[in-house]
C-alpha cells in the first residue's frame, strides 16, 4: 500500500499538450475516482500512473519513490483494463498466477494465492477455464482476481465496468467498493460515469480538457460544485442552469432570467445588474400553492420519483419529485426553489460565486 | 430445398474445375502407380504389376536418399523462413523512413516465378562468372563451387529457398501481429514480465495458429519443390540436392517410368500428410483449450 502523489504532470504527444500541469494527492489506502468526459485526459492520467504512457513534465511518486522513468514492471501497481485484457491461450488459474510465475514464486504458492483470490471472487468453479469460455461479468471477475492475487501498492482501474450490463454493473460496483473496504489498497479509478464516482469514490478528481475542474468528497462535489462544469456534471438529471443577472431592489436582490422569469436568491455580494449563471438541481424543487409559474412540458413517472419537464416562460427548469403528482402535460404548476440550495455562478468566469 | 439446389449450383463450377483438375488426375496417377507403363520402350502398354512398383521403391537407396535429403531441405528452409519472417515482420511493425518502399520491395522475390529465381540463382553462383563466388573468393578466400562441392550446394538451394519464400511468411506473420489485441501486452508489463517473458508467454502462444498455418504451407511447398532446384542445381552435384520432387520428375520424363513415378508420388503425398498430421497432433491438438 501507498501514497500517490502527482505534481504538475503534464502529457504532450509532439506539439500537443493533452494535460496541463496537474496535482492530485492520493494517500494511503484512498479510493480515488478520475471522472470527466471522454477526451478529458482521465484515462491517459491513469495510464501515465501505471507507466504505460511516457510523462512528458512534473513529478510522479508512488510510495514516496520518483517513478516517472520506472517501467511498469518495476511499479507493483496492478491494473484492470475496460477491455480486461485476459490471456486469451490461458486458463483463468494461470491468467491469475501469470505475475506471480514471472517473479519466479513456488507453484504451491501461487496455487495457494490464486485459489485465496477465487474464493474471494467466487471464480473457483472457473479455474480451470479459457476466457472465452466466460460471461462479461466473469471475465471482469477474473481481471479483478488477476489484480488481487499480486497484493499490489496500487489497484488501477480503467473504466471495468462499461462492457457491463447496467444490472451486473451495480453488482460488480458494490463488490469492488467491499473489496476496497476488505483490502484497503490505494486505488484509482477511472470512470466517465459520475453515478459510479459518486457512489465509490473517497475522493473525486474532475477532469476536463486536460486540467482538473475540482477535487472533493462526492458530496462536497455535489453541495459545493466549484464551477458551473462540476455542476452540471454532477448529479442526475443534470442542474438547471439559467442565465440572467442579479436585482437588487431595496435591500433585497433576486434573480431575473434574460427572458425575464424571476427567482429567489441569497444575499450575494454583486452589484445590481451582475450578470450569473442560476443554477439549480431538479431535485431541490418542490411544488406549492405559489412561487415560479412554469408550464408542464412532459412528465415522466418512473414510480419512485416524477420527473418534470416545465417552461418558465422562455426558460427551461425540470424538476425531480419524491413523490407521485397528479400532474400531466400541459398543466401549469408552481415551483418553489429554496434559496438556500440555489448555485450562483459567475456568467463571465463561469466560477461559483458563494 | 430450393435454397439447398441453389447451393448445389453455386458449387458446380469449383466442384467440376476440383474434379477434372485435382481429383480425376489424383484417381489416375493411383491406377498408374499399381502398373507397369513406359509408353516409348518396347511395350508402350500398361502392365498391371500389383504392389511391385510400392514393393521396388522400399529398397532403392535412390529414393530413400533423395527422401533424407529433402526432410533436411525443408526442415532448414522452414525454420530459417519462420525466425527469420518473425524479426521482419516485427521490424515491419515499427516506423522508419521508407517503411513503405522496404515493405513493397522485400514482397518483389514472391511474385517471381520458381524458374526464374532458379536461373537467376544459377547466374549468380556460377563460378568464374557468378557475383557470390567472386566476392566470396575476393574477400574471403572461399572457393564457392556448388558443381562440384555437395555441401554448398545443399546449403545454397536453402538460401534459395529461404531468400525467395521468407516475405510469405513474414507477412502472413505480420498480419497475425497487426490483428493481436493491445491489452494483454500491456497487462503483461504490469505483471512484471520483461520482454523475453512477453514474447514467450503472451507473443508466441497468441500467433501460434498463424506460426502452424504458416509452417504447414511452407512445408508441403519446400516438400514438392522442383524447377528453382532444377534450374539451380539439376539436382546435383551427383544427388546431393535431388530432393524428392526432382526426383520423381528424373524417374517419369527422362527415364518414361511412369508406373514407378507414380507410386512415388503417391508415397510422398502419403508421408507429407503424415508429417502433417504429426505436426498437428504434436503442436497444435494439445493446446487446443477447445477440446477441454
Known sequence: MAEVTIRDIVKRYGEVEIIHGVNVDI??????????????????????IAGLEEISGGEMRIGGRIVNTVPPKDRDIAMVFQSYALYPHKTVAENMGFSLKIKGASKAEIDAKVRQAA?????????????????????????????????????????????????????????????????????????????????????????????????????????????????????????????GRIRSEGGAQR???????????????????????????????????????????????????????????????????????????????????????????????????? | MGSNRTGWL?????????????????????WVAFHQWNAFGANPY????????????????????SIWFTFQFGFFAVVSEIVLGYFLAQFLMRDFPGKAVFRTLHTLPLIVAPIVVGSVWRLMMTP????????????????????????????????????????LVTLTLLAAIVALPKD???????????????????????????????????????????DEIWMLTGGGPGSATRYIGLHIWKVVFPKTDYGYGSAISVIVLYLTLVLCWLLYVGLVAPRNGRRT
Open chain 1, 27 to 48: 494517500r494511503d489506502g484512498e479510493f480515488v475516482v478520475l471522472v470527466g468526459p471522454s477526451g478529458c485526459g482521465k484515462s491517459t492520467l491513469l495510464r501515465m
Open chain 1, 119 to 243: 474464493s474471494v471472487l467466487d471464480l473457483e468453479k472457473l479455474l480451470d477455464r479459457y476466457p472465452r469460455q466466460l460471461s462479461g461479468g466473469q471475465r471482469q471477475r477474473v481481471a479483478m482476481g488477476r489484480a488481487i492475487v499480486r497484493d499490489p501498492q496500487v489497484f488501477l482501474f480503467d473504466e471495468p465496468l462499461s462492457n457491463l450490463d447496467a444490472k451486473l454493473r451495480v453488482a460488480m460496483r458494490v463488490e469492488i467498493k467491499e473489496l476496497h473496504q476488505r483490502l484497503k489498497t490505494t486505488t484509482i479509478y477511472v470512470t466517465h460515469d459520475q453515478i459510479e464516482a459518486m457512489t465509490m469514490a473517497d475522493k473525486i478528481v474532475v477532469m476536463k480538457d486536460g486540467y482538473v475542474e475540482q477535487i472533493g468528497a462526492p458530496l462536497e462535489l455535489y453541495d459545493k460544485p466549484n464551477n458551473v462544469f462540476v455542476a452540471g456534471f454532477i448529479g442526475s438529471p443534470s442542474m438547471n442552469f439559467i442565465q
Open chain 1, 255 to 354: 434573480f431575473v432570467s434574460d427572458h425575464g422569469t424571476v427567482l429567489p436568491v441569497r444575499p450575494l455580494p454583486v452589484e445590481d445588474g451582475h450578470p450569473v449563471i442560476y443554477g439549480v438541481r431538479p431535485e431541490h424543487i418542490a411544488l406549492g400553492a405559489e412561487g415560479v409559474t412554469v408550464r408542464v412540458a412532459v412528465v415522466e413517472p418512473t414510480g419512485a420519483e416524477t420527473q418534470l419537464f416545465s417552461r418558465a416562460g422562455e426558460d427551461v427548469i425540470d424538476a425531480l419529485l419524491r413523490d407521485r403528482v397528479d400532474v400531466r402535460a400541459g398543466d401549469t404548476v408552481h415551483f418553489v426553489i429554496d434559496p438556500g440550495r440555489v448555485h450562483i455562478f459567475d456568467a463571465q468566469t463561469k466560477r461559483r460565486l458563494t
Open chain 2, 10 to 30: 453455386l458449387l458446380t463450377p469449383t466442384l467440376v474445375i476440383l474434379g477434372v483438375f485435382g481429383i480425376l488426375p489424383f484417381i489416375y496417377v493411383l
Open chain 2, 46 to 65: 500398361m502392365i498391371y504389376n500389383g504392389a511391385d512398383n510400392f514393393r521396388r521403391l522400399v529398397f532403392d537407396t535412390e529414393f530413400l536418399e
Open chain 2, 128 to 167: 568464374s562468372i557468378g557475383i557470390i563466388p567472386y566476392f566470396l573468393d575476393a574477400w574471403f578466400g572461399y572457393q564457392l563451387n556448388i558443381g562440384s562441392n555437395a555441401g554448398a550446394a545443399f546449403v545454397v538451394t536453402v538460401i534459395m529457398d529461404i531468400w525467395h519464400w521468407t516475405p
Open chain 2, 184 to 226: 494483454p501486452f500491456e497487462q503483461a508489463q504490469i505483471d512484471g514480465a520483461n520482454r523475453w517473458q512477453i514474447f514467450w508467454h503472451i507473443t508466441l502462444p497468441m500467433i501460434r495458429p498463424a506460426i502452424l498455418a504458416t509452417v504447414f504451407i511452407r512445408l508441403m511447398d519446400a516438400l514438392r519443390t522442383v
